[in-house]
């Protein structure tokens, strides 16, 4: 790749942020002529900027975007190297919406309802009785969970398990994107030890349901546990990273 002729830089927005994008766009590239893989150093910020025709202030704000992505990382002595955590980037910024939006909650509980409850008539004909005891086995598993972060996996598990009865590797993929939020919604919801083993009941039920093949009792019983969650999410309450890890600390008791 030979240098360019360095570009006029305005200090207006959509000019400065066009040359970002500019500069983004010439990393990917470079990356995919060069055959860059995992693990493999990207030129420095200097050589960046003498390749693509930027000052470095540009060069840095394009690799602060490619970062951000998780496309890269800074590592001590071998610089900016190709990283593979673009999966958890998105995560985290799933979770920082989430943050900010106790309504995101329910919108997010909105969409596993959909999911969830469509994906009845497909597992329904293709699932296993192999397939029903290992979300009994992962269901049972959440009963020895000792606190309250312990029993979230476990249902997450669960859910995850469910999903992936549908050998739908997009919606799978899907799925573990809005984990943090889901992982958060499932923790609250078990502060309290009687609404853990609701919610052990209530897989239960929906298994039963799928080892008969009753589509009908299935989707009734899936939106019924769908909504079992909203209760514990309070209209203009934000749950912030304090409140979860105070949720994760231990069972309460309701009557106290």
Do not use: C, W
Not at 138 to 143: E, G, P
Request: proline share 3%; glycine share 6%; charged share 25%.
């Amino acid at each position: 790749m030979q240098p360019q002729q360095k570009d006029s830089e305005s200090s207006a927005g959509g000019t400065k942020r066009s040359v970002v994008d500019r500069v983004v766009g010439q990393i990917r590239e470079l990356v995919v002529s060069r055959g860059l893989s995992i693990g493999d150093s990207l030129p420095t910020e200097n050589e960046l900027a003498v390749m693509f025709g930027a000052s470095r202030n540009t060069v840095r704000e394009a690799l602060r975007v490619v970062r951000t992505l998780g496309f890269i990382e800074t590592q001590t002595k071998t610089g900016t190297v190709l990283s593979d955590r673009s999966d958890e980037a998105i995560r985290e910024l799933f979770a920082f919406q989430m943050t900010l939006s106790p309504a995101s909650f329910r919108d997010v509980q909105g969409f596993r309802r959909i999911i969830e409850v469509g994906l009845g008539d497909q597992v329904l004909l293709t699932a296993t009785d192999a397939d029903f005891d290992e979300l009994d086995r992962i269901n049972r598993q959440m009963l020895d969970a000792d606190t309250p972060l312990a029993a979230a996996e476990g249902d997450f598990a669960f859910h995850t398990a469910l999903i992936s009865l549908t050998r739908n590797q997009t919606l799978i993929e899907t799925y573990r994107l809005l984990r943090p939020v889901i992982h958060h919604i499932m923790t609250v919801g078990k502060t309290q030890r009687p609404a853990m083993r609701a919610t052990f009941e209530a897989h239960a039920e929906i298994i039963a349901a799928m080892r008969r093949r009753d589509r009908i009792a299935y989707a009734y019983l899936m939106s019924r546990h769908m909504d079992y969650a909203l209760r514990f999410f309070e209209p203009g309450v934000v749950y912030d990273s304090q409140s979860r890890e105070q949720d994760a600390a231990g069972f309460s008791d309701p009557d106290t």
